[in-house]
């Protein structure tokens, strides 16, 4: 790029205004701007919304209803901050939001108000109040915290920026305040600088300031440095304006203090710098200012780079922009502007404009930016030539772009000598790149061959582990060449090289690898020659080759093949393992391959054959033959699996002892049940002894398979009890089968297994109970044991009594009563008593138990056989005893009762007792009894049951009434009670009479209410209340009556309402309501002097408006009054309402009754209302109603006397609903008051007042005004006045093109093109009035259109106007629009499809440099070969560097003309292109231009060598065929050049062609050409040309037969020298090495004499022994003589 151009790039991102945002949100306290990311805009009109703009998708912002003071967007995330202030409460709501994860993070209320926010790092918030800073971090839950306190220089001043250093060890705060009073334009900053390490602070006067990290020289760290920018005026009106870069640290501790002069122009005298940007990616310093200057500084130095103006619109906000180096800047029209160097640019102009050199180097090397390379060479040449090896290295390695990074560079330094004790240059070279990049693949190399040298290893290994060096082939020798074959091969890999990773994997052995290797990569290896290779070195290798081979799809080598191979060799394990891995997937195709490994092993090795067999993986071999083997190798679990048939199984089975009886079991498992059992069979039959243990585990363990049942009858038909008892033991324990079970018990008790019978019994639960009871009994056993647990645990207790007792064994029912089932004991009495037992017997056996009986069923078996009676001395025992149980006292009672001894005293007196029980006893011989007890239980429904069946109504109304049991009521008096009329009839005469206690009669009240007995109600309330009670003056009571009467005997309630005096009025009055008795509920309501219920009661349901009317002058009170309004509002009768709030003194109606009054129309009554209403009431709305009533009524004269007033009127909205109601002069009237220009320039619109309305429009000053007059004058044809108006839109860029559409839809774009020309001359004209004007000139003046486009191009919107001119196909002024919008493609298609009014050559050249679509270029180039061929090579000059010459070629060689750009291909032969190569010789051939064919050849190689050869071979041109066979010979095909040259008798050329092929048989062949030629001299000299490659014997031979001694002479002389020295040299070799070796030997001696004797002095002395050779050991990495700059 030329130097002229500029080096800062500053271009549009967007508009704010394009995305609808109004230029009033556009400020500094709406907008923020964090980051380069994220942009964000708080609206406050015309909704309150927030509007998220992310930078990278600019056309699509986000848009929510946010209401908030401020929002900022994270830097780094989609992360919000929010601010606002809540009413009511002292400071700052905070909150953060995740948007993306739609979550609040943090919130807090922050005590204090927040006058400026920032995100000061991704993770941290800096606030800023009136006195201190906050800080408040994302992570934690932790509240803000407070930094430092703001310094005195920052009181009153407005903040604008706050930061923090990456460190988090300095803060600055800037604010700026109005200037001077003699200079108040030029406004003050001040600053403050905090230390936190110091907690001090500084104050300074600047208006930007930013943090920065510098790397200085002879500094190990990077050192904090603050960059501020200042302007200050001093007294005497000097202004200063400076830029300082200080570094930040302890004082005296710096070093760094740099200053630089901000030139302000006289035009920007009171500018000031409002934003300083640091881009750290070059380290630069931007400073921004107000009016729209950029400032440029390098920050290292401050040295003025580059100074612009980018904007006419003031800056406000601005934010680095890390990914550019740049910055991104917000000015008020809403332009979002991002700034940063032009990499291609700047270092020319600093190098170029600027003159500073060093500068743009230092840049260069900082940036990696392009445009220093001859700087840099040049400097490194001045320093390589002046010795400065090591400032040398370091330029060279600091390069930028690598560009001095080459193999001459490394050559160059291998050059110089070292100089003892320093490091080399070349070291210091490697050093210095190592510790900024990766060395490129060149210095890798160079780099290892010298670490390897000096035999240290180890540093190459953790740089190429570090990413330090970068791959190559030559890179993995040199790892190889070490040994480190695992180096090597990620180097090999790295690389590429195929062939290198083949060898390498083979080497380590890795054949599994090398095989995913080969199938990636697509190579083939010769894998039988490394499997034979292996076979002889390492057997275990050569197997994991074939395993690794035969796992590749479609195997390279046959399986056979290869296990031949190991086979061949006797190599059975190697073979074996081979064939287990290959035969893995037990394909069908393998069957034979798995028989030979079966085979081989079962005769060689049994127990490997086995263990093959064992694992399962093969199954396609030959069964029945491997079976046959498996037999007679002793395997005869095998055969078993492999043999299919009966008898052969048989016959193995004959072997049982010797087979595993495991596997045996599991044999039998692979049979069918009807073949086990067989063979079971087989097995008992043979050896039952021997066998009975084998048959039971296999019977146990396919038992479900062979069936239970099965497998019983075998062994009972074998006769085998122990057996069955053993298989029934193995199965019992997961059987359920009552069969299994009892067959257990029966082997059990035929073998003697008598405790195994009580076991199961006691046990089992699937046993069949009658069966086994049965057995047991026919047994008998001598232990009854087994038959007391069937009996007990199956109920046949009466059984087993009666079987012990006939068996004369009482004892053993005395052990099962006391020690078995003590609760069984009523069961074994009733037997025995059935049994007629002797009653002593039974007596003392049942107090034997005494207390473990079950006294209730014991009672229950003996009552039934009514013996109740013996058991009274077991109950009176048991009572002495102090039992509690109820059935002992339930038993006890009972006798008691039918003995009739006391029965009362017993049932009222003893607590223990169940009284259900003993009453319903009691019940059959006394009820009277059964109810005392019933009573004692509380047995409701008992005693009920009792007292209904025998007539007993009296005691149980008393019994209910005390009860007091809301149940019990519910029961007694529901429908389903057939006595209940008799109970109630006893409840109202005699037992709530009788009743004293409130809660009963409360009780007893409910109960009636709910069961909904109304009548009976009444009656009983009346009793309790209208007869002198104790109940009669009751509040509930009362209550109740009147409720009851209400909902069941209407007629009574207004006898209560009169004879009650303590029930609650309201509550019954609005009951009386709910049941429409409305005269009564006005009767109570007047009885308690509830006037506003009464009024309601008139009103909502008699709705009498005249009774209510008479009602309220009766009681004439206020709130009646208002009542009564509101009903006569309610009604419509308005005048009515009015005069009854008039009596009240109501206003709180005014707002219904203005609407009612607007509906009726009635303004008099309205104002009189309203004016009564103001005297109360501060109301605007009052004030405003009253002013629309004189407006309705027409009285201007009183409207303005009011207005004119002190008021509260809202006279906007009274002019609005006067314009909307067409009374336009009371509008006009109000709006002049207020004053609203706006609308009052409306108002004279539609009273058709125009002058008057534009002079209004311009004191509102309104988009919206202005336009509204603007049309009315347009449709009025004012348009001078529309031209006034129209001046003041177009220069809001929303508003041009609604006007321009106004005017064109009417035609008048005459009108429309002067008032644009009007425009464009406004100091506020934007790039839509220019736009919109040039598409009206394109539309309707096109004649004007190029002039206009040539002024005012950059200020247009190209697209537009080229999307105007592709429409009105104006394709010359599209060209241009293109061409001034960097579309040059397309300016280039307009001219090729529109050449005749498009097209001309310079324009062309110019746009075809800049194309950047290929395909467009090579229209053009395609259009000149048609249009303008004489231009073409012209064209194709400029166009050089950006096309691709093969394509070029192909296009001319396809018209047929490429003789014409002959000048063109000459000129691009350099690139060495074979297309381009073969079009110059094609034409050079055309030509006959034999010397220019051969400098084309020889000069550039990318070519068709052998087509080429094979045409000119052809030539009838001698010098065509030699340059072919020059052809020839530089393509290695030596027979046909000296072929060639044979033919056309060029000797020479066939002599010097086989002296340099090397190859013997052609030297000899030419010889004896020249023999058979007659050529003799030629033959002596071809001897001496080919000396070394003709053989002597061959040559003497040639001779002898030829008669050619003489010529051969010399060169056997020859000959004969080169031998002799080379023996001569050969004995004084040999010579040397003797004498060598004898001094090695005597070094040796004398080392191991030292060595010997400092082992001696080291027990002593710990001294170091020397080195092997006696000389100093070489230095470590590290020290000053090594390799110390890594």
């Known amino acids: 790029m030329a130097t002229g151009a500029a080096p800062i790039n500053v271009r549009e991102i967007l508009s704010l205004q394009n995305l609808g945002i109004q230029n009033a949100n556009i400020t500094f306290t709406n907008v923020t701007l964090e980051s380069e990311k994220y942009i964000c805009v708080r609206e406050t009109s015309p909704t309150n919304q927030l509007v998220i703009i992310d930078l990278s998708n600019p056309s699509s912002p986000q848009r929510r209803p946010i209401t908030a003071d401020s929002a900022l967007m994270n830097p780094g995330s989609q992360i919000i901050a929010l601010k606002a202030a809540v009413p009511g409460v002292t400071g700052d709501n905070l909150q953060i939001f995740d948007l993306a994860a739609k979550a609040k993070l943090k919130s807090v209320q922050f ?32 509240p803000p915290a407070k930094v430092f306190d703001r310094a005195a220089n920052l009181e009153g001043t407005q903040i604008i920026t706050y930061r923090v250093d990456a460190a988090g060890r300095w803060c600055v705060l800037v604010g700026i305040a109005p200037g001077a009073p003699d200079r108040p334009a ?217 560009s001095l990074r080459t193999r001459e560079t490394v050559e160059a330094f291998k050059r110089v000598p070292a100089v003892p004790g320093q490091t080399s ?113 390492s057997p275990e290798a050569a197997v994991g080759l074939a395993k690794a081979v035969a796992r590749q799809p479609g195997p390279p080598l046959d399986l056979n093949t290869m296990a031949d191979l190991f086979l061949q060799r006797n190599a059975v394990k190697e073979a074996t393992a081979f064939l287990l891995d290959a035969l893995a997937d037990d394909a069908p195709a393998h069957a034979a391959l798995q028989t030979k490994l079966l085979e081989i092993n079962l005769v060689t090795a049994p127990a490997v054959a086995d263990a093959i067999l064992g694992a399962g993986g093969l199954t396609r071999y030959d069964r029945p033959r491997v079976a046959q083997l498996c037999e007679k190798a002793g395997l005869y679990a095998r055969a078993l699996a492999h043999y299919t048939d009966l008898a052969d199984i048989k016959r193995v089975l004959g072997n049982a002892r010797a087979i595993d009886p495991a596997a045996l079991v599991e044999y039998f498992g692979t049979l069918s049940a009807e073949w086990a059992l067989d063979c079971l069979r087989v097995l008992l039959e043979a050896d039952p002894a021997a066998n009975l243990e084998l048959v039971v585990r296999v019977a146990r363990e396919y038992s479900e398979q062979l069936t239970v049942a099965r497998i019983v009858a075998l062994f009972e038909a074998a006769g085998s009890w122990d057996g069955l008892y053993f298989f029934l033991g193995g199965v019992l324990a997961g059987s359920e089968d009552p069969e299994v079970h009892y067959k257990y018990i029966e082997a059990a008790a035929r073998t003697g297994q008598v405790k195994e019978v009580e076991r199961v019994t006691r046990e089992s639960s699937c046993y069949p109970p009658d069966r086994v009871k049965t057995f047991l009994m026919e047994a008998n ?161 008992a005693l009920v049951a009792c007292t209904n069946k025998h007539a007993m109504f009296k005691l149980q109304a008393r019994y209910v009434v005390e009860r007091a049991d809301a149940g019990l009521w519910e029961s007694v008096l529901g429908p389903e009670n057939a006595s209940r009329r008799q109970l109630i009839d006893q409840v109202v005469s005699t037992a709530l009479p009788e009743c004293k206690n409130p809660e009963q009669v409360s009780v007893a009240v409910k109960a009636f209410m709910g069961a909904d007995l109304q009548a009976p109600l009444i009656e009983l309330l009346e009793k309790i209340v209208l007869n002198n009670s104790s109940f009669s003056n009751n509040h509930n009571l009362q209550n109740l009556l009147i409720i009851t009467a209400i909902k069941a005997d209407k007629a009574r309630v207004k006898d209560y309402i009169h004879r009650l005096d303590n029930f609650d009025g309201p509550a019954v009055g609005e009951i009386a309501v709910g049941y429409e008795l409305f005269e009564e509920a006005f009767e109570i309501y007047k009885k308690f002097g509830l006037r506003a219920q009464a009024i309601h009661v008139l009103l909502d349901h008699l709705e009498d408006l005249d009774r209510a009317h008479e009602y309220a002058t009766k009681v004439d009170e206020a709130g009646v009054w208002t009542e009564l309004a509101d009903a006569y509002l309610a009604h419509a009768r308005v005048s009515d309402a009015i005069a009854a709030y008039l009596r009240a003194g109501d206003t709180s109606k005014h707002v219904e009754v203005v609407a009612k009054a607007h509906e009726s129309g009635d303004y008099a009554e309205l104002t009189k209302y309203l004016l009564m209403v103001r005297k109360r009431v501060k109301d605007p709305k009052v004030d405003t109603e009253i002013v629309h009533s004189y407006a309705r009524a027409g009285d201007l004269p009183a409207l303005e006397a009011f207005v004119a007033a002190p008021h509260l009127a809202d006279l906007r909205a009274v002019g609005d609903r006067c314009a909307e109601e067409g009374l336009h002069d009371a509008a006009r009237l109000v709006f002049a008051t207020i004053p609203d220009y706006g609308r009052l320039a409306s108002t004279l619109v539609k009273l058709h ?438």
């Open 186 to 402: 030029l406004v003050k900053g001040f600053m403050q600088l905090y230390s936190v390490d110091q907690a001090r602070s500084q104050a300074l006067e600047a208006h930007a300031a930013a943090f920065a990290s510098l790397a200085l020289p002879g500094r190990a760290d990077p050192v904090p440095v603050i960059a501020f920018a200042q302007k200050t005026a001093a007294a005497g009106g000097a202004v200063t304006s400076k830029l300082h870069v200080i570094e930040l640290g302890l004082p005296g501790k710096t070093s760094l203090k740099r200053s630089a002069e901000l030139f302000f122009p006289p035009e920007f005298a009171d500018d000031f710098p409002v934003s300083m940007q640091i881009g750290d990616k070059y380290g630069l310093v931007y400073v921004v200012t107000k009016l729209g200057l950029l400032f440029v500084y390098d920050l290292e130095t401050a040295t003025a780079i580059f100074r612009t103006r980018i904007s006419a619109d003031p800056f406000f906000i601005a934010a680095p922009a890390p990914s550019t180096g740049g910055f991104v800047a917000i000015n008020r029209r809403g332009q979002v502007l991002a700034g940063g160097p032009a990499p291609d640019a700047i270092i020319p102009f600093i190098a170029g404009q600027l003159q500073n050199v060093e500068l743009a180097l230092a840049l260069a090397q900082r940036g990696n930016l392009p445009g220093a390379e001859g700087l840099v060479v040049q400097s490194f040449q001045r320093q390589y030539a002046a010795g400065q090896y090591r400032e040398a290295a370091e330029t060279a390695a600091r390069s930028p772009q690598g």
């Open 1249 to 1686: 007042r125009y002058q008057a309305a534009v002079d209004a429009a311009r004191k509102a000053n309104s988009p919206r005004t202005w336009k509204e007059v603007c049309y009315a004058c347009v449709e009025e044809g004012e348009f001078k006045l529309a031209q006034l108006c129209g001046l003041n839109i177009i220069v809001a860029a929303d508003d041009l093109a609604e006007v321009a559409e106004f005017y064109t839809q009417r035609g008048h774009a005459d009108e429309l093109i002067a008032l644009l020309e009007s425009g464009i001359g406004l100091e506020r004209a934007h790039m839509g009035i220019f736009t919109e004007l040039g598409a009206l000139y394109a539309r309707h003046r096109p004649e004007r259109l190029m002039e206009h486009l040539k002024l005012f191009a950059p200020r247009c919107n190209v697209p537009a106007l080229i999307r105007v001119c592709e429409e009105l196909e104006l394709w010359r002024e599209l060209t241009f629009l293109y061409v001034a919008y960097d579309e040059y493609d397309n300016a280039l298609g307009v001219m090729v499809g529109h050449a005749a009014a498009a097209w001309e050559h310079v324009q062309f050249k110019d746009v075809a440099v800049k194309v950047k679509a290929a395909e467009t270029l090579y229209k053009g180039i395609s259009f000149y070969l048609e249009e303008h061929p004489e231009l073409l090579n012209d064209l194709l000059k400029v166009v050089e560097s950006r096309v691709d010459h093969s394509r070029v070629v192909d296009i001319m060689r396809r018209a047929g003309q490429l003789p014409l750009v002959k000048e063109y291909l000459v000129s691009v032969q350099k690139n060495d292109l074979q297309a381009v190569n073969e079009a110059v010789n094609e034409l050079l051939v055309g030509e006959g231009d034999a010397a220019g064919l051969r400098d084309s050849i020889t000069s550039y190689e990318n070519y068709d060598a052998l087509a080429l050869a094979g045409r000119l071979e052809q030539h009838e041109d001698t010098e065509f065929r030699r340059l072919a066979a020059l052809i020839y010979k530089r393509n290695l095909k030596w027979h046909k050049a000296v072929a060639l040259a044979k033919t056309d008798k060029l000797y020479e050329d066939a002599m010097e062609t086989a002296a340099q092929s090397g190859e013997r048989g052609i030297a000899e062949d030419l010889l004896r050409f020249f023999v058979e030629e007659g050529a003799h001299d030629r033959f002596a000299e071809c001897l001496d040309r080919c000396r070394d490659l003709v053989k002597p014997d061959v040559a003497l031979e040639v001779a002898w037969r030829n008669g050619l001694t003489d010529a051969v002479m010399p060169y056997l002389i020859s000959v004969l020298r080169d031998y002799t020295t080379k023996v001569d040299t050969l004995v004084h070799e040999r010579k040397e090495a003797q004498e060598a070796s004898k001094l090695d030997e005597e070094a040796k001696k004398q080392q191991e004499q030292a060595a010997n004797a400092y082992l001696h002095l080291n027990s002593y002395l710990a001294l170091p022994a020397p080195t092997s050779n006696g000389a100093p050991s070489p230095p470590a990495f590290g020290d000053a003589a090594g390799f110390d700059r890594f």
């Open 781 to 941: 056993l001598p232990d009854a044991r087994p038959l007391i647990n069937v009996c007990d645990r199956h109920g046949f207790v009466p059984d087993l009594t009666l079987y012990l007792y006939k068996k004369s064994m009482l004892r053993y029912i005395e052990g099962y009563v006391q020690k078995v089932s003590p609760a069984k004991t009523p069961a074994v009495v009733g037997a025995l008593l059935d049994a007629e037992a002797d009653e002593a017997f039974i007596t003392n056996l049942v107090l034997s138990v005494r207390s473990l009986v079950p006294v209730a069923e014991l009672v229950e078996a003996v009552e039934s056989r009514n013996r109740l009676k013996m058991l009274n001395p077991l109950l009176e025992q048991l009572v002495s005893e102090g039992s509690r149980d109820p059935g002992v006292h339930d038993a006890l009672g009972k006798i008691i009762v039918d003995a009739n001894t006391n029965p009362e005293h017993f049932l009222t007196t003893n607590p223990y007792y169940d009284s259900l029980v003993v009453g319903r006893f009691a019940e059959r011989r006394d009820p009277g009894l059964a109810c005392v007890a019933y009573k004692r239980g509380q047995c409701d429904e």
């Open 425 to 537: 240059p070349l070291l210091v070279y490697f050093g210095t790149v190592l510790a900024r990049e990766a060395l490129n693949a060149y210095e890798s190399v160079e780099l290892g061959r010298l670490v390897l040298a000096q035999g240290k290893k180890p540093l190459l290994d953790g740089w190429w582990r570090d990413g330090k060096l970068s791959a190559s082939e030559e890179l993995g020798d040199l790892f190889r060449g070490a040994g480190d074959w695992d180096a090597a091969l990620a180097v090999y890999r790295a690389a590429g090289a195929q062939g290198k990773v083949v060898e390498a994997l083979a080497a380590k052995g890795d054949f599994e690898e090398l095989g995913r290797y080969a199938a990636t990569t697509g190579s083939q290896p010769d894998y039988l020659f490394l499997l034979q290779s292996l076979l002889r070195d």
């Open 111 to 142: 005590p204090q108000s927040v006058v400026f926010w920032k995100w000061v790092s991704p993770g941290r918030l800096g606030l800023v109040t009136a006195t201190s800073v906050y800080h408040w971090d994302l992570e934690g839950d932790a």
